[in-house]
């Protein structure tokens, strides 16, 4: 089990888009291993490659569904088709984290059902229907290969309240990292 430290916005890794997975060999199944167990040590119910450092296009995931099946997978190479998104305001049912802005949350506006379209780790294509929190996940990892943040996506009100947060804690700038199971950032 090897847990990578996560990095903290301001990191350049964290806002650039990441570049595609060309080789799908051992060092791509260990790269992914560790972000499952980095995953589930911070606890988080996703986590981008960007997040750890790494500049690829690759994020893993794991959710229940409504009956409590876990789904967990990975996504490699992914391409995301989106439902139209309703402009509401949000309110307290949107709201989201991430473990690159720990310990905070923000409600964020996100469409209701994407299809995500990737590649496993062995480089075979797959296709997922995603409804609900499951398509907020997917939306939330896939920016992060974009090189978004949701704090970047935020309505003025709470990327205000976001960016004071990021001013207190001297956030926003390189070298800035926490470690799942040692620091208690998402506690």
């Known amino acids: 089990m090897t847990v990578r ?20 060999d051992e060092g791509l199944a260990s790269l ?3 972000m499952f167990d980095t995953m589930d040590a911070a606890p988080g119910v996703g ?12 994020f893993v995931y794991s959710y229940p569904d ?3 099946n876990d789904r967990r997978g990975v996504a490699v190479n992914p391409q995301l088709f989106i439902t139209p998104l309703v402009l509401d305001e949000p309110t307290a049912a949107d709201e989201e984290g991430c473990l690159s802005f720990p ?19 062995n480089g075979k294509p797959f296709e997922i229907e995603c409804d609900g929190w499951f398509a907020r996940i997917m939306q939330h990892e896939f920016d992060h290969l974009l090189g978004y943040l949701y704090i970047d996506r935020l309505n003025h009100h709470f990327a205000k309240a976001a ?12 070298g800035l990292s926490w470690m799942p199971g040692v620091d208690d950032l998402e506690g």
């Open 66 to 68: 409504d009956e409590g």
């Open 32 to 34: 992914i291993s560790d």
């Open 5 to 24: 430290p996560i990095l903290i916005c301001g990191a350049p890794v964290l806002h650039s888009a990441a570049k595609p997975v060309t080789e799908f």
């Open 163 to 174: 960016e004071k947060i990021r001013k207190s804690r001297q956030w926003g700038k390189p």
């Open 103 to 121: 310990g905070e949350r923000f409600p964020l506006v996100r469409a209701e059902s994407v299809l995500l379209r990737a590649q496993d780790e």
């Open 47 to 58: 986590l981008a490659a960007p997040q750890i450092g790494v500049d690829k296009q690759i």
